[in-house]
């Protein structure tokens, strides 16, 4: 109950501090061109981030977010409402984004397209207990817990070639693969089934149970922001 007040206390922070300067809009509304929305339900929303280099977005918001950089960047600067800015030290590829709300515009010096995914939380997800135990419990050799956040918890996993996941389960969230994957899912029902993903792809997933095998020889690393 605890994690639920303050998540909405949160929510209830920025939505004031925004309505008191109704001429910044949200990301999305601000710069579509730099914000896109890829899926939206009741829960969360995942944005798609991409700036050109040297390009720049104009002063816009954001809602609670987590993200992650695919690409890195190099040297962002923020400009704030006041007039003042900031040059942001450089990212690694796969290094997290812990939601920056303040109101602000970004230009890109990055000699390179820049790539993140960011996910908005919009309201908690209430779900019991899983029979099976998380992957952190089962193999918290390979899923490591790096970032928690009231209402969420932010896991990285990474697996080596051709190896072989045991039974475990999974609370709903945003998956988001660091590298190309190739995997063998099987669920509780017995019946196996390939996927295959793209490094970069966000997808929403709901909480299940399943064993897995890298059915390739290279090693995969995957973000999991689990809603709790």
Same mark, same amino acid.
């Given at each position: 109950?605890?994690?639920?007040?303050?998540?909405? /206390?949160?929510?209830?922070?920025?939505?004031?501090?925004?309505?008191?300067?109704?001429?910044?809009?949200?990301?999305?509304? %601000?710069?579509?061109?730099? !914000? =896109? *929305?890829?899926?939206?339900?009741?829960?969360?929303? *995942?944005?798609?981030?991409? !700036?050109?280099?040297?390009?720049?977005?104009?002063?816009? $918001? #954001?809602?609670?977010?987590?993200?992650?950089?695919?690409?890195? @960047?190099?040297?962002?600067?923020?400009? !704030?409402?006041?007039?003042?800015?900031?040059?942001?030290?450089?990212? /690694? +590829?796969?290094?997290?984004?812990?939601?920056?709300? @303040?109101? #602000?515009?970004?230009?890109?010096?990055?000699?390179? =397209?820049?790539? /993140?995914?960011?996910?908005?939380? =919009?309201?908690? !997800?209430?779900?019991?207990?899983?029979?099976?135990?998380?992957?952190?419990?089962?193999? +918290?050799?390979? &899923?490591?817990?790096?970032?928690?956040?009231?209402?969420?918890?932010?896991?990285? *996993?990474?697996?080596?070639?051709?190896?072989? @996941?045991?039974?475990?389960? #999974?609370? &709903?969230?945003?998956?988001?693969?660091?590298?190309?994957?190739?995997?063998?899912?099987?669920?509780?029902?017995?019946?196996?089934?390939?996927?295959?993903?793209?490094?970069?792809? %966000? $997808?929403?997933?709901?909480?299940?149970? #399943?064993?897995?095998?890298?059915? /390739?020889?290279? +090693?995969?690393?995957?973000?999991?922001?689990?809603?709790?």
């Amino acid at each position: 109950m605890l994690r639920l007040i303050c998540f909405w /206390s949160l929510l209830f922070v920025v939505g004031c501090s925004q309505g008191n300067d109704q001429r910044v809009l949200t990301s999305t509304a %601000a710069a579509p061109d730099n !914000y =896109k *929305i890829e899926f939206e339900n009741d829960y969360v929303r *995942i944005i798609r981030v991409s !700036y050109s280099p040297g390009e720049s977005s104009p002063m816009h $918001s #954001h809602e609670p977010f987590v993200g992650v950089t695919l690409t890195g @960047t190099k040297d962002n600067v923020f400009t !704030y409402l006041d007039g003042s800015s900031e040059t942001r030290p450089p990212s /690694s +590829p796969g290094e997290l984004i812990d939601g920056d709300l @303040t109101v #602000h515009a970004i230009k890109s010096n990055a000699g390179f =397209k820049t790539e /993140s995914v960011f996910v908005e939380l =919009k309201n908690p !997800y209430l779900s019991g207990e899983q029979p099976i135990p998380n992957l952190t419990e089962v193999a +918290p050799d390979r &899923a490591e817990v790096v970032l928690e956040k009231p209402g969420l918890r932010v896991v990285r *996993i990474k697996n080596s070639g051709n190896n072989d @996941t045991p039974l475990h389960s #999974h609370r &709903a969230g945003v998956s988001v693969t660091l590298s190309d994957m190739n995997v063998e899912v099987t669920p509780v029902s017995g019946e196996s089934k390939e996927v295959s993903r793209p490094a970069g792809d %966000a $997808s929403w997933e709901g909480p299940r149970a #399943h064993s897995g095998k890298n059915l /390739s020889d290279q +090693p995969t690393d995957m973000i999991l922001f689990e809603l709790m």
